[in-house]
């Protein structure tokens, strides 16, 4: 019954934007903090951002900070993750994931493919 259905993703060429959606059903979205993981080809899935149940606090990969920008819309439970200024280095499948509490365990979207490319 859990879902999140992430889109948005897509090819864009070096110092292009996209903006990714997580769309979230079958919890309380608004009880949990969410975050971006992505996972590029011979690498581990790596933390991009999070942020907290309220939207306050969000936090960022060393790598993104100042290009991408997470945030939540609790009305429509949807995650989002701007990414301005892409690099080739950017290129990853790009997961949705509802962080885990005391009430709930975690859980993770099916992802999506972000390429940057020339």
């Known amino acids: 019954q859990v879902q999140l259905v992430e889109s948005g993703g897509g090819l864009v060429q070096p110092g292009g934007s996209l903006r990714l959606s997580c769309a979230a059903s079958?919890?309380?979205?608004?009880?949990?903090?969410m975050s971006w993981y992505r996972q590029a080809p011979g690498k581990e899935r790596e933390l991009v951002a999070i942020?907290?149940?309220?939207?306050?606090?969000?936090n960022y990969a060393d790598s993104v900070k100042g290009r991408f920008t997470i945030s939540r819309d609790n009305a429509k439970n949807t995650v989002y993750l701007q990414m301005n200024n892409l690099k080739p280095e950017d290129t990853a499948v790009y997961y949705c994931?509802?962080?885990?509490?005391?009430?709930?365990?975690?859980?993770w979207g099916q992802g999506t493919q972000v390429t940057v490319s020339s």
């Open positions: 994931k509802a962080e885990a509490t005391i009430f709930m365990v975690g859980y």
């Open positions: 079958g919890f309380t979205f608004s009880g949990c903090a």
């Open positions: 942020i907290s149940s309220t939207g306050g606090r969000p």
